[in-house]
Each structure stands twice: as C-alpha cells, then as structure tokens.
C-alpha cells in the first residue's frame, strides 16, 4: 500500500511536465469541474485499497460531479472568481463537508486518511495556480467551466466511458508487470486530451474568423461598420465631417491601445486580452485599464446613433433598432474569437495608420468608395 502511495505522488509531479502553456486553462477547467471534489490520486488510492469496482467508483464519480457543478454554476456568478473559486476548494480539501455527501460518500471508504491527504496535496497545486492567473485567463477559464458544465448527454457519456478506463486500466496494471506509472500517465493524459478535444471542436472557421478580426479592427465592437457607414450617409449631408472624423479617431483608439499593450504577448494570451476587452466594451465587467477609451467611444458612438436618428419620425424605435442589431454583431463577434484556436490570434490587429486613414475616408465619402472598400479589406486580409 505505501508502495502504492509513493508512486501516485511521484507520478503526479512528473505529469506537470507534459502540460503546455496553452493547454493550462483548459486544464484547470476539466480539473475544476471533473476532479477537484475527487482528484484522480484519491480515487484510484481508494478504487485499489478497498478493492471497489470499476462500475461503483464510476457510479459515484458522475455523482460528485453532478453535486459540484451545481455549485461551479453558482460560482460563475461571481464577481471576484478568483475569490470564488480558492473558498471553493478550500471547501473540496476538507475529506467531509454538509454541503458536498456524495464527496463524504467516497472518502468515507478509506479509513487511513492517505486519500484525503493526496486530495488535499491536489487542491493545494490548484489553488496555487490559480492565484497567478490574470484577470484575461479568468476569461477563458469562465467560458471553459461554463462549456464542461453544459455538456450534452452524449459528451458527458464519453467523458465517463473515458473515467471508466482510467480506473479500468489502472486497476489491471496494479495486478499485471507492465509500467504502473507510465501507465497511469498515459491514461490520465488521454483523458485529458478527450476534454480538450470537446472544447476546441466547434472551432471557428478561419473565414469568419478573419471577418470578426477585420470588424474588431474598426471598432465594430461598438459600432459595426455597416451600421456606421450608414449612418455616415446621412451626416455627409448635413455637415458633421468634424465629428465623422472625431468618431473614427475615438473607435480606433481603444484598438491602437490594445494593440500596443498586447505586441509582446503570445497568441493564447491576446486571445485572453482580447476576450478580457471585449467584456469591458459589453459592460460585463466594470474594471479595465482601457476603460476610458472604451467609454468615451461608446459616447461617441451614441452621439452619432441619437443624431442619426432624430433626423427622422420614430427616432426612439430607430435607436432600439440600431441597438438590437449591434447586440447581435458584438455576440456574433465574441463566441466567433471565443471558439478560434489560440493560434489565431498571432497578428491579430491588424489596423495601422494607413488602415485608419482609409477608414476615416471611406466614412467621410458615406461609404460609397469601392477603392477604398478593395483597399481596406486587402490590408485587413479579407476576401
């Protein structure tokens, strides 16, 4: 049994080493919602010691799992996740807690309190990486827990056949001659990759992806391009070029801005940088060191809607309107970038000066010059 117990412990720092920096959140989210109340060490300990079957440990897995997300789900609410999150496991770490009895049920099975110390020892690694996340991995972890935890039956069913033959295996390897360690790696690490493979499957194709970056670039996060460029027409006429200008110049500002803070950051974290800003722009989160830019092109960018709109009857279901159809392109925008691979996000912004300058030009003419329109979608790499 000690034997046992040293290779489960050694075996779970030489499992650190096969993770990337780009499989990290994804990590930690399929750790959060699929063992954390159980960490793999605690139920294989407690599978082999207590001689439980496959089906048994299987079974009360998916129940431990079903009592915490009800709790994660609760927890995505949260203002400070970060807080959220180190309290939860903090409650995890304890071998019985009220609030989690199907947890109890499991560690209630072994009486030498070894799973209970492998359980804390996990948590104690989880919480410890948590506390160095940025407020933009937070992000991404959110929208991966949120992803785990709405899986459809038919995911949910494959992670557990998957659950099952890493107790399945393991259980044959303590009884056969072959590796145990190397075994219980491999098996682990295929898990693992099965939830990655569920997180990145319904990925963007490049197309719409290069699309949504091209309208980011603009600022289409606030103003689409097309609402803007038709807005523009009827401004042209009444002499608002001053402040057609102004408006390009506030919408691109923040763009100029988060390009500059994120030029040295690798793609995995201008994916979290930009998903971060983007819930700033929507109003989700209250906090961002661009919060000034963005706020004052969201002004702007209502200027230019209320002063559209007056010029004709029903102004304020005109505004609704505009309203409602930005709200669709921003959401389209964001589960677009949310689904793209990392990768992706390598050259990103791709407004310049000159990209800038044609802009404000295609807007000053209302829209109506095809040179330009050829111009800035050749530089914004769009078809």
Request: charged fraction near 30%; aromatic fraction near 8%; glycine fraction near 4%.
């Amino acid at each position: 049994m000690q034997g046992l117990l040293l290779l489960l412990l050694v075996r779970a720092d030489a499992l650190e080493k096969w993770k990337s920096v780009e499989e990290d959140t994804a990590d930690m989210a399929e750790f959060l919602v699929f063992l954390a109340p159980a960490a793999w060490n605690s139920v294989l300990y407690i599978a082999h010691t207590q001689n439980a079957s496959v089906s048994s440990i299987t079974k009360m897995g998916k129940a431990i799992e079903k009592e915490n997300i009800t709790e994660l789900k609760n927890l995505m609410k949260s203002k400070n996740l970060r807080e959220a999150l180190l309290e939860h496991l903090d409650k995890l770490a304890k071998e019985r807690d009220p609030s989690t009895p199907a947890k109890n049920r499991l560690f209630s099975m072994d009486t030498t309190e070894q799973a209970a110390n492998m359980q804390k020892d996990a948590i104690e690694k989880a919480q410890n990486r948590i506390k160095t996340y940025s407020a933009s991995s937070f992000v991404i972890l959110k929208e991966y827990i949120s992803a785990l935890s709405g899986l459809s039956a038919k995911d949910q069913n494959g992670i557990w056949v998957k659950y099952k033959e890493v107790v399945n295996q393991t259980q044959r390897a303590m009884k056969g001659t072959e590796s145990v360690k190397r075994k219980i790696s491999a098996l682990e690490r295929e898990f693992s990759l099965h939830i990655q493979q569920l997180l990145t499957k319904r990925e963007t194709p490049r197309q719409d992806f290069l699309i949504e970056r091209a309208r980011f670039n603009l600022g289409g996060f606030l103003h689409s391009p097309g609402i803007f460029l038709q807005i523009s027409q009827a401004f042209s006429e009444n002499g608002k070029r001053d402040f057609l200008k102004k408006t390009v110049e506030g919408l691109l500002q923040p763009v100029f801005a988060l390009q500059s803070l994120t030029k040295t950051l690798p793609p995995e974290q201008v994916k979290a940088e930009v998903l971060r800003f983007l819930e700033a722009a929507s109003g989700e989160i209250s906090s961002h060191v661009l919060k000034e830019k963005i706020e004052k092109a969201y002004q702007l960018r209502s200027e230019s809607i209320s002063m559209y709109t007056e010029l004709f009857p029903q102004s304020k279901e005109r505004t609704l309107k505009i309203d409602e159809v930005q709200t669709k392109n921003t959401k389209r925008m964001v589960e677009a970038l949310k689904k793209a691979k990392p990768e992706m996000f390598k050259g990103f912004f791709v407004i310049n000066k000159k990209v800038a300058a044609l802009y404000t030009d295609l807007v000053l003419k209302s829209g109506v010059s095809e040179k330009n329109k050829r111009e800035i979608k050749k530089l914004l790499q769009v078809s």
